[in-house]
């Protein structure tokens, strides 16, 4: 599955500035970042009261502001680019980097391919984070104690707006970084990835909904903006917890089901001295089989599929017999019947067969072929649909006007 390249978090964003290339990676700029830069450059150079800065004038409270604003943009790029290193250290892709109002993302072209790595990665953003908070705190510092007033507010306004950006960024909820930690630690500790998923799912949907409560909280007591910002927050948290959940969703069915439950069990066999055109004629023609366990008096002696019939030249159907068409038994690619169908699926993919026998004991007990797993899916799904529009219905009928 991690193959794919499944991208974790997509961003469906309104044509986003183009910043530059960094190691190959390019990156943009959300729009709403040029809000954030005003509303931030404003914030600063209105909060020089005249009184205690006397000597500086709007243009000078400006500038500071200006740059102040464009460092804390700056402290997103460099949280995400302690992502991006670390992935493209580990291996991971890094397809882009999009530097948004509250933090940014950086979209991985694959996942880790251990939770360690995960976890690297997912902790490298808010680390960075808190060394440039300290940094900016330290130089505020240092700025008091040569009495430089002017430089002291904003690093450390921006050494407070760093360790913000950490501990927001650490919040469990995926697809935040906490939420990828959670998920590192689940599939470290489990050992299985699609627990860890679900997990993850869970956290992004918990606190997405905390910040919707919070943030219809302060809407009711006419905290507009503040509440706006929860609001799209929350929303987004929501939007991209799922992601992880959806592209899990497969595997997590698959995997709760062995090959016993999708298989066929009734194998059809034919003699290993029996002609091909008989076959063809009685069985293919006749009957609609096209998938043959070759015995030799009741003993298994190789597979013979539609697709070995058809590599026999036709004009040849008549004299060839069953065992010189066949795949014989020593070279067949099986699966035991409590093999889970991910493990059937990806047998039946690495070898580039649609079908396999289900074998036990050296005997075969069943076929599996990919249409009975796309079939076994498809019911799963559909039952689990129903079950979740019942479950809905009947909340929708019981809750209160
Ligand atoms: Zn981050």
């Given at each position: 599955?991690?193959r794919d ?36 450059a ?10 205690a800065?006397?000597?500086?004038g ?6 500071i ?6 460092l ?25 980097i999009t ?11 694959s996942?880790?391919?251990t939770?360690r790595a ?5 902790a ?7 060394v ?34 950490a501990?927001?960024?650490l ?11 959670l998920?590192?630690?689940?599939w ?13 799912t869970q ?12 943030a219809?909280f ?32 497969m ?18 066999m ?12 009685e069985?293919v023609l ?19 599929s ?8 036709r004009?040849r159907?008549?004299?060839v ?33 649609s ?10 007990v ?31 009928a019981?809750?209160?006007?």
């Open positions: 599955m991690d390249g499944v991208e974790r978090v997509r961003v469906t964003v309104s044509s986003p500035f183009r910043l530059g290339i960094f190691r190959g990676i390019p990156i943009f700029l959300h729009w709403s970042l040029a809000i954030i830069f005003v509303l931030l404003w914030s600063i150079a209105s909060g020089f009261s005249p009184e800065y006397p000597d500086l709007a243009g000078a409270q400006w500038l502001g200006a740059i102040t604003a464009a804390y943009i700056a402290s997103i790029l460099a949280h995400e680019l302690g992502h991006a290193i670390i992935a493209q250290r580990l291996g991971v892709e890094v397809k882009r530097l948004l109002v509250f933090g940014g993302i950086a979209e991985l072209g996942e880790s391919d939770a995960e976890l690297r990665i997912a490298a953003g808010p680390a960075v984070s808190f440039l908070a300290a940094v900016f705190l330290l130089l505020g510092l240092l700025a008091t104690a040569v009495d430089q007033p002017v430089i002291q507010a904003p690093l450390v306004y921006l050494g407070v707006a760093n360790l913000l950006l501990v927001f960024n919040i469990p909820g995926y697809p935040l970084d906490g939420g990828r930690i998920r590192a630690v689940v470290q500790r489990t050992g299985s990835k699609d627990r860890a998923n679900v997990r993850a956290s992004g949907q918990i606190v997405g909904f905390a910040f919707f409560t919070i219809v302060l809407i009711l007591q006419g905290q507009f903006l503040s509440g706006l910002w929860l609001l799209a927050i929350g929303w987004f948290i929501q939007g991209n917890s799922g992601l992880v959940g959806a592209q899990s969703g595997n997590a069915l698959l995997n709760e089901v062995t090959t016993h439950q999708a298989m066929d069990d009734h194998v059809q034919v003699s290993s001295r029996q002609m091909i055109r008989q076959i063809v004629d069985r006749g009957m609609g089989e096209r998938f043959f366990v070759v015995t030799d008096e009741g003993v298994p002696r190789g597979i013979l539609l697709t070995d019939i058809v590599r026999t030249p004009e159907w008549d004299w017999p069953a065992n010189q068409a066949m795949v014989p038994w020593t070279r067949v690619v099986a699966v035991g019947p409590d093999t889970p169908l991910t493990e059937a699926l990806q047998v039946m993919t690495e070898r580039g067969v079908q396999v026998p289900v074998v036990r004991d050296g005997r075969p069943g076929v599996l072929s990919r249409e009975m797993i796309i079939n076994n899916l498809r019911l799963r799904a559909e039952l689990k649909t129903g079950v979740d529009r019942a479950t809905l219905q009947r909340q929708r019981s809750s209160p006007r």
